[in-house]
């Protein structure tokens, strides 16, 4: 990764400290983002065990059910985490280390957001079609994100990086 005071410039005349608060506040507006998911996700999640048919799910699907749970929580988490970097970081000249941590934070956000997507399909297509309809439709979907969340971007900054002349992979 490239050091905040080393990163390159393009296009923007902006300090150090103007690029971290810039940077800042996109992290802030994507964790909004992400949070609004999870919580659509996770609030599907809770009400399921006041449904009637609930007590008709199999060992599989009580444990898959659980793991999405605890899935949607840690998410959560880390969705918020942040924000508590950011408190205790607060005025001590350390925009730098909170903008990088809280990069890091959030792609591990979107990997539990990947997951609890898939899992929460995976867990509604094996109770209305069954085990195979479950498996599949879950590890499609992984499949399906992993080629989006991390290979659209990786294709994009190399195109980007391509049509501005740069040839670095960084």
Avoid: C
Wanted: proline share 3%; hydrophobic share 50%.
């Amino acid at each position: 990764m490239v050091e905040p005071e080393q990163a390159p410039r393009f296009g923007r005349n902006e300090s150090t400290e103007e690029r971290m608060d810039r940077n800042w506040m996109e992290l802030i507006q994507e964790l909004r983002v992400l949070q609004t998911g999870v919580q659509i996700l996770g609030g599907f999640l809770l009400t399921l065990p006041f449904h009637d048919r609930f007590g008709e799910l199999d060992d599989w699907q009580r444990s898959l059910y659980l793991f999405n749970v605890m899935v949607a929580a840690l998410t959560t988490v880390l969705i918020v985490l942040p924000v508590s970097v950011h408190r205790r970081l607060f005025r001590r000249g350390l925009k730098n280390v909170l903008v990088s941590s809280a990069d890091t934070i959030t792609k591990w956000a979107l990997a539990g957001v990947t997951i609890l997507i898939a899992g929460s399909a995976s867990l509604v297509f094996d109770v209305t079609a069954g085990r195979t309809a479950g498996l599949v439709a879950g590890g499609f979907i992984i499949l399906v994100l992993l080629v989006l969340v991390v290979g659209m971007p990786l294709w994009l900054q190399r195109q980007g990086m391509r049509s501005n002349g740069d040839t670095r992979e960084e």
